[in-house]
T-cell receptor
Framework: QQPVQSPQAVILREGEDAVINCSSS?????VHWYRQKHGEAPIFLMI???GGEQKGHDKISASFNEKKQQSSLYLTASQLSYSGTYFC?????????????WGLGTSLAVNP | KAGVTQTPRYLIKTRGQQVTLSCSPISGHRSVSWYQQTPGQGLQFLFEYFSETQRNKGNFPGRFSGRQFSNSRSEMNVSTLELGDSALYLC???????????FGPGTRLLVL
C-alpha cells in the first residue's frame, strides 16, 4: 500500500527543473506533498484531490492522474532553497478518517 | 501564531523503560496526529486525535498509546521500550480531520 516515489534521489544545478513521481497500486482519493529539510519538520506544500487537478505555487506545481493513480511534483527553475527530501502522503478514502500512507521520500539537492 | 511544539527534543532511554512525549498544537487546531520516522521505514502513522477522541490508528503494537486533552495538547506513551523504537517522533496538528497538517520539530528517541 505504500506509495512508490521516484527517483529516490536527484541532484540539480540551480535553475534546472525536476519531476518527482508518487505512484500507488490502490485507487487514491488524495495526495499530499511535503518537503523536509535535514533536521527540520516537514513543511506542507499542497494537496491534490482525485479528479485530475493540478495545483501550483511559486515555481512548484503538481498534478494528479487518477487513471494512473500517480501524482507528479514539478520543480521549475530550482533554487537552492528547494533542497530537501520530498514526501508524498496518500489517502484512499474520503471523509473524516484521514490515514496518510507515506512514500519513502525523494532526496533533492540543488547545487550552485 | 506559534507553531507546533514538541517536548522533549531528545531522549535517551534503555530497553524496558517507558517514555512520554508531548505535543502542543497550533492554537485553534483540534486535530493532532503522531508519526514515527525512521530511515528504513520512512514516515509511519501512529494515531490521530480530534476533540480528545482517537479517530484513527496505524499498525503499531499496543505499547504505543496516546491521549489528547481538552486544550488539544496531546501526549504519546511508549511502554516497554525496544531497540527498534529508536526513531524521530513527529506530531502534526491541523484544524480538522482533513487538509494540511503542520508538523512539529520532533522528539528524537534513542533506545539503548
Amino acid at each position: 500500500q505504500q506509495p512508490v516515489q521516484s527517483p529516490q534521489a536527484v541532484i540539480l544545478r540551480e535553475g534546472e527543473d525536476a519531476v518527482i513521481n508518487c505512484s500507488s497500486s490502490k485507487a487514491l482519493y488524495s495526495v499530499h506533498w511535503y518537503r523536509q529539510k535535514h533536521g527540520e519538520a516537514p513543511i506542507f506544500l499542497m494537496i491534490l484531490l482525485k479528479g485530475g487537478e493540478q495545483k501550483g505555487h511559486d515555481k512548484i506545481s503538481a498534478s494528479f492522474n487518477e487513471k494512473k493513480q500517480q501524482s507528479s511534483l514539478y520543480l521549475t527553475a530550482s533554487q537552492l532553497s528547494y533542497s530537501g527530501t520530498y514526501f508524498c502522503g496518500t489517502e484512499m478514502n474520503a471523509g473524516n478518517n484521514r490515514k496518510l500512507i507515506w512514500g519513502l521520500g525523494t532526496s533533492l539537492a540543488v547545487n550552485p | 501564531k506559534a507553531g507546533v511544539t514538541q517536548t522533549p527534543r531528545y531522549l535517551i532511554k534503555t530497553r524496558g523503560q517507558q517514555v512520554t512525549l508531548s505535543c502542543s498544537p497550533i492554537s485553534g487546531h483540534r486535530s493532532v496526529s503522531w508519526y514515527q520516522q525512521t530511515p528504513g521505514q520512512g514516515l509511519q502513522f501512529l494515531f490521530e486525535y480530534f476533540s480528545e477522541t482517537q479517530r484513527n490508528k496505524g499498525n503499531f503494537p499496543g505499547r504505543f498509546s496516546g491521549r489528547q486533552f481538552s486544550n488539544s495538547r496531546s501526549e504519546m506513551n511508549v511502554s516497554t521500550l525496544e531497540l527498534g523504537d529508536s526513531a524521530l517522533y513527529l506530531c502534526a496538528s491541523s484544524l480538522g480531520l482533513v487538509g494540511a497538517q503542520y508538523f512539529g520539530p520532533g522528539t528524537r528517541l534513542l533506545v539503548l
